[in-house]
């Protein structure tokens, strides 16, 4: 028996480091936790995506009393901007999580299910995306959705 490695590389840095378009993007993001609706976590997420033309579509988490029906911040925002543009690559995504009335210290991370659904997009527009996790201590930036969930299932699998 062999042990094998999945190495995932993220990048760390200040708000000040980012690009203007990704500033932007975290900006957005951390303006939509506004648009979240959880009466139950009291944890807000709020979500931006870029596409490769420019676009933005933001989202936040949605919640409901029957919890499994709600959804995340990260899916509510993604399949927003692929229904509304659904040949448009996906450049970025950034996230950022809000509660007790500040904005987390370290970043917030996407669950496996939005991990997978960032993964599905990617491979759709065969284009990375790089993923921007806010947190007030530092931002995390990861290359892509399949740095994000290694060892992933992914429309190949289905054939056997
Ligand atoms: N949540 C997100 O919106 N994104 C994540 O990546 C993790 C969790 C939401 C789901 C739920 O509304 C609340 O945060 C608490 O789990």
Same mark, same amino acid.
């Given at each position: 028996?062999?042990?094998?490695?999945?190495?995932?590389?993220?990048?760390?840095?200040?708000?000040?480091?980012?690009?203007?378009?990704?500033?932007?993007?975290?900006?957005?993001?951390?303006?939509?936790?506004?648009?979240?609706? +959880?009466?139950?976590? $009291?944890?807000?997420? @709020?979500?931006?995506?870029?596409?490769?033309? @420019?676009?933005?579509?933001?989202?936040?988490?949605?919640?409901?009393?029957?919890?499994?029906?709600?959804?995340? %911040?990260?899916?509510?925002?993604?399949?927003? %901007?692929?229904?509304?543009?659904?040949?448009?690559?996906?450049?970025?995504?950034?996230?950022?999580?809000?509660?007790? @009335? $500040?904005?987390? $210290?370290?970043?917030?991370?996407?669950?496996?299910?939005?991990?997978?659904?960032?993964?599905?997009?990617?491979?759709?527009?065969?284009?990375?995306?790089?993923?921007?996790?806010?947190?007030?201590?530092?931002?995390?930036?990861?290359? +892509? %959705?399949?740095?994000?969930?290694?060892?992933?299932?992914?429309?190949?699998?289905?054939?056997?």
């Amino acid at each position: 028996m062999k042990n094998i490695e999945f190495k995932t590389i993220a990048k760390s840095c200040k708000e000040e480091e980012l690009s203007p378009e990704y500033k932007m993007l975290i900006d957005k993001a951390k303006e939509s936790v506004k648009l979240s609706y +959880s009466p139950y976590s $009291h944890f807000a997420v @709020g979500a931006a995506v870029l596409l490769a033309d @420019g676009t933005v579509f933001c989202g936040a988490n949605q919640e409901n009393a029957a919890y499994p029906s709600g959804l995340c %911040a990260e899916r509510t925002a993604m399949f927003y %901007a692929n229904a509304q543009c659904p040949t448009t690559p996906v450049k970025a995504l950034a996230c950022a999580c809000f509660t007790d @009335g $500040h904005f987390t $210290h370290k970043p917030g991370s996407p669950c496996g299910n939005c991990r997978q659904v960032l993964l599905e997009t990617e491979q759709r527009f065969q284009h990375d995306m790089e993923i921007l996790l806010y947190g007030e201590n530092e931002i995390l930036i990861f290359p +892509s %959705a399949k740095s994000l969930l290694p060892h992933c299932f992914v429309e190949d699998d289905l054939n056997g």
